[in-house]
């Protein structure tokens, strides 16, 4: 699976392997034996994302000194996918919750939840879908927020968010009513934390998916949320979503990452038995091997650079991001044609890492609005 190029990159390259090495180990001995409950959603694995939690996972992107480096992050999140996808997601979900809070100006909120946060003492995630696609001229914002005394009165509904709960919190933006505006850089929008045990938050659960029920996933309502100054992570919010959204797009490469290392890992377990037929199938581990390395590598080295601020740094965010999304989808198709019958037995893991592919490339930014980014820019 590439591995000598992987070793390499994690020898030279991987400032603390030891979170990493930690995280894998826990996924190893307490996150595989939940994977298929995680994946027919009747497991929601809280316990471990705190486990992971406690290892440092959530917490080593956001450094109490010095510049932010999201390397160990997204290896972390990679081993974690290597078992199971949708607590990657999590681990997403999770990672960009401290991103938002680390990175606020509002020092109560950071002081409040930072610690909580990025221990897991506290789980969360991202409701930034609609608003990223708002500030990319694909769909207007959902959220609605009305200026009280104090802070804001926010109503609307957001139809997806993951890894939530009742006593779980998570970053989303709304516009300032009479202040419409769909493009990035104009005012009106206002980013803050929502508090899901506030009893005018409703969560309703979602209709199955392909997969990822297991990652707390529901539709939000918010029917008068009064959102206090304490709860505001930007305000305005584009110049901070500027900020934050390469690290946003690059922590997603986590997700990729672990799912094309556990696609070689399938195609390889094959290979004795089938590897005289396989090998007239066009694509090889040994190409995925490569090819993970080259996005290992590339991750890596944006990764550690993350407020940068230069159009081209952005463009190969985008650009890294899309090509994560398509490697993922190729590797689990290529997965399944190795495995043949095997792979097609529900309690095999091919066809599970087929359907956590397809969700790399659609959440978003999906592949289509990485394809538009990449148009317009
Ligand atoms: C399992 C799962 C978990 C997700 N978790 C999160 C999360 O944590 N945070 C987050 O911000 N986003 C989340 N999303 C949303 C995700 O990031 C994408 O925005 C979504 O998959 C659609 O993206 P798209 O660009 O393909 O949009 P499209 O599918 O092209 O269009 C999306 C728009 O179409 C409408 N729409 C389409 N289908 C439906 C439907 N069934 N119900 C209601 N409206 C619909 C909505 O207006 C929606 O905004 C999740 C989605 C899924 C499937």
Redesign the pocket.
Known sequence: MGSLALSRVEASDQPAPSIAGEVARIAREQLAPLAMGIDDGSVYPADVMRKFGEVGAWGSHMPPEGPADLRCAIQAMAAIGEVCGATA?MAW?QNTLVWYAGNSTNLKLAKRFGDGFSTGRVLG??????PM?SFFG??RL?LKGRKVDGGYIVRGA??????LGPDHY?G?IFEREGEPGIASGEPGQVMFLADCSDPAITLTP??P?LA?DG?G?YGVQFRDVFVPDELILADPAAPFVKKIRAGFILLQAGMALGLIRDCIKIMDEVGGPLGHINRYLPQQPVQFGELAAELEAETMALARDPYNEEETYWRKVIALRLRAGDASVAAAHAAMLHCGARGYLKSHRAQRRLREAY?VA?????T??LRKMLADS
């Open positions: 997601f979900c995630g991202t409701g930034l879908s609609n696609k694909i769909e959902k957001l139809p997806w968010v993951s890894n998570f989303t979602c209709k998916f990822m990652t996933t969700f659609i959440v978003t930014p999906a289509k609005q």
